[in-house]
Nanobody, 121 residues
Framework: QLQLVESGGGLVQAGGSLRLSCAHS????????IGWFRQAPGKEREGVSW????????LYADSVKGRFTISRDNAKNTVFLQMNSLKPEDTAVYYC??????????????WGQGTQVTVSS
């Protein structure tokens, strides 16, 4: 089974930048869509950005559009979330998720452990 591990979170001043990583083991992600989600205390989990690893197509939530960029490395074994112009409201635990994008992987649903992002005023 696939295992996902997020890293790169930390404490940053408002206006600063962080790059989150989602590394995998246990198989290829090529047949999956990868999504970044976040959850702040007392709030519902929300989707942030997604990438189709087979095509490179990306999507962004309106709240982060123009500030965040999702990408993958050349080996397709790590997905990144570059976060620029960070705001205090971006503070949350960030999770990566792999969802099957084909009939063969349609039941796949994997989550990482999360990484904390804290943006100070």
């Amino acid at each position: 089974q696939l295992q996902l591990v997020e890293s790169g979170g930390g404490l940053v001043q408002a206006g600063g930048s962080l790059r989150l990583s989602c590394a995998h083991s246990g198989g290829t992600l090529d047949d999956h869509n990868i999504g970044w989600f976040r959850q702040a205390p007392g709030k519902e989990r929300e989707g942030v950005s997604w990438i189709d690893l087979s095509t490179g197509s990306t999507l962004y939530a309106d709240s982060v559009k123009g500030r965040f960029t999702i990408s993958r490395d050349n080996a397709k074994n790590t997905v990144f979330l570059q976060m620029n112009s960070l705001k205090p409201e971006d503070t949350a635990v960030y999770y990566c998720n792999a969802r099957g994008a084909t009939m063969q992987t349609r039941y796949d649903d994997y989550w990482g452990q999360g990484t904390q992002v804290t943006v100070s005023s």
